[in-house]
């Protein structure tokens, strides 16, 4: 069972940025890909981006060239960097793990808000 703990919301002004963490109670490697999801009120839990075991990366087109995934295998650890915020990205941010055995369900982070308000 792998634990994963998002930390790093608050808020910020537009413009602005922020740095979201998750950190895994074991093994990221083992996973085939590590990734942020975002969930606005009212709305369905959307992806932002992910990143593969390989180190391949993937973006909500909303957030490209703004938003830059990484990972520390090392520290088990995934990172969002969030720049140029906007209103519209104002959710809870959960941190998922897929794993690579096909069937398993994933693992999912219990959120961290981001407001983005002047």
């Known amino acids: 069972q792998l634990q994963l703990v998002e930390s790093g919301g608050g808020l910020v002004q537009p413009g602005g940025s922020l740095r979201l963490s998750c950190a895994a109670s074991g093994s990221i490697q083992s996973m085939y890909r590590m990734g942020w999801y975002r969930q606005a009120p009212g709305k369905q839990r959307e992806l932002v981006a992910f990143?593969?075991?390989?180190?391949?990366?993937t973006y909500a087109d909303s957030v490209k060239g703004r938003f830059t995934i990484s990972r520390d295998n090392a520290k088990n650890t995934v990172y969002l960097q969030m720049n140029s915020l906007k209103p519209e990205d104002t959710a809870v941010y959960y941190c998922?793990?897929?794993?690579?055995?096909?069937?398993?369900?994933?693992?999912w982070g219990q959120g961290t808000q981001v407001t983005v308000a002047a």
């Open positions: 990143i593969t075991s390989g180190g391949s990366t």
């Open positions: 998922n793990a897929k794993p690579k055995v096909i069937g398993l369900l994933d693992y």
